[in-house]
């Protein structure tokens, strides 16, 4: 029985590259423990197959290199568990992370996925139950480069804070100003929350009857489309209850040109 083995053939076993194996015997991660004097050859023995398991299992949970060679130097029963128990601390963080994520991608999909299904026309729509929404003041003069700038705040404070937000951004319209027809003056900046955030300033978008359509186009056009919905809203009997909510459907992130930007707009109503 062979109990001496080469690189190459405990790169076979192993799956990993020569070069990796070197690398580790460079960094004395790894390294092997017999030299031939005569022509200077290193191999591995038979009892070191089961340590470069331990290594490799130890890096797929994630320690460096550096990480595994200090364990390695001083692994013991007490050391094994405590180095568990905070690998399995930090994956479930990971995991965490990770499920945070995949719900903001899910939502943005629902978002795309609503815009291809419902962009022609205005929605008479019901939401079922109060959303949270991060937000930040827009400065005066409370344009678009000024609601721009809020945007970028309140990104600093939702990463600062690990608010649980969406990928997507919006911004309000207070009533006032859509009453009087000033349909670019911007009162906040907002993302969407999964949950209320525990720290920082958010504002309950709540549930009921919402008037909803799409301005297509560059931002500097949707007047005319608030002109449209507001129109829509009066001659079918309803009266505007709450600011306008502006979430961002199509932007620089998932289109070149302002041309096919689209802006998804949200009004409560109530009959008159």
Same mark, same amino acid.
């Given at each position: 029985?062979? @109990?001496?083995?080469?690189?190459? $053939?405990?790169?076979?076993? &192993?799956?990993?590259?020569k070069?990796?194996?070197?690398?580790?015997?460079?960094?004395n991660?790894?390294?092997?423990?017999?030299?031939?004097s005569?022509?200077?050859?290193?191999?591995?023995?038979?009892?070191?197959?089961?340590? +470069?398991?331990s290594?490799?299992?130890?890096?797929?949970?994630?320690?460096?290199?550096?990480?595994?060679?200090?364990?390695?130097? #001083?692994?013991?029963?007490? =050391?094994?568990?405590?180095?568990?128990?905070?690998? *399995?601390?930090?994956?479930?963080?990971?995991?965490?992370?990770?499920? +945070?994520? $995949?719900?903001?991608?899910?939502?943005?999909?629902?978002? +795309? *996925?609503?815009?291809? /299904?419902?962009?022609? /026309?205005? *929605?008479?729509?019901?939401?079922?139950?109060? %959303?949270?929404?991060?937000?930040?003041?827009? @400065? @005066?003069?409370?344009?678009?480069?000024?609601?721009?700038?809020?945007?970028? /705040?309140?990104?600093?404070k939702?990463?600062? #804070?690990?608010?649980?937000?969406?990928?997507?951004?919006?911004?309000?319209?207070?009533?006032? =100003?859509?009453?009087?027809?000033?349909?670019?003056?911007? %009162?906040?900046?907002?993302?969407?929350?999964?949950?209320?955030?525990?720290?920082?300033?958010? #504002?309950?978008?709540?549930?009921?009857?919402?008037?909803?359509?799409? #301005?297509?186009?560059?931002?500097?056009?949707?007047?005319?489309?608030?002109?449209?919905?507001? %129109?829509?809203?009066k001659?079918?009997?309803?009266?505007?209850? &709450?600011?306008?909510?502006?979430y961002?459907?199509?932007?620089?992130?998932?289109?070149?040109?302002? %041309?096919?930007?689209?802006?998804e707009?949200?009004?409560?109503?109530?009959?008159?």
């Open positions: 029985m062979n @109990t001496k083995f080469t690189v190459g $053939e405990i790169a076979k076993l &192993s799956g990993l590259s070069q990796t194996l070197i690398y580790y015997d460079k960094e991660v790894f390294k092997p423990k017999l030299v031939d005569n022509n200077n050859y290193r191999y591995y023995t038979a009892d070191q197959i089961e340590v +470069l398991d290594i490799l299992i130890l890096k797929e949970i994630g320690l460096s290199l550096k990480e595994i060679k200090d364990f390695m130097n #001083h692994r013991n029963s007490d =050391n094994a568990v405590a180095l568990l128990k905070n690998q *399995q601390k930090e994956i479930k963080q990971k995991i965490k992370q990770l499920s +945070l994520i $995949e719900n903001r991608l899910d939502y943005k999909l629902r978002t +795309l *996925q609503e815009f291809d /299904r419902d962009s022609e /026309r205005v *929605q008479i729509t019901t939401l079922e139950k109060t %959303e949270y929404l991060a937000i930040e003041p827009v @400065t @005066t003069p409370n344009g678009l480069l000024d609601v721009d700038l809020a945007i970028k /705040r309140l990104l600093t939702a990463n600062n #804070h690990n608010y649980p937000y969406y990928y997507q951004i919006g911004d309000m319209v207070s009533k006032e =100003n859509l009453l009087l027809g000033n349909y670019i003056s911007f %009162e906040y900046a907002f993302l969407p929350l999964q949950v209320a955030p525990e720290k920082g300033t958010y #504002h309950k978008k709540v549930k009921g009857t919402y008037a909803k359509c799409y #301005h297509q186009g560059p931002y500097k056009n949707i007047t005319d489309t608030y002109q449209f919905l507001i %129109e829509y809203i001659k079918e009997g309803y009266q505007i209850a &709450s600011p306008s909510y502006e961002c459907i199509l932007d620089s992130l998932t289109t070149k040109k302002s %041309e096919e930007y689209v802006t707009i949200q009004i409560k109503i109530e009959k008159t």
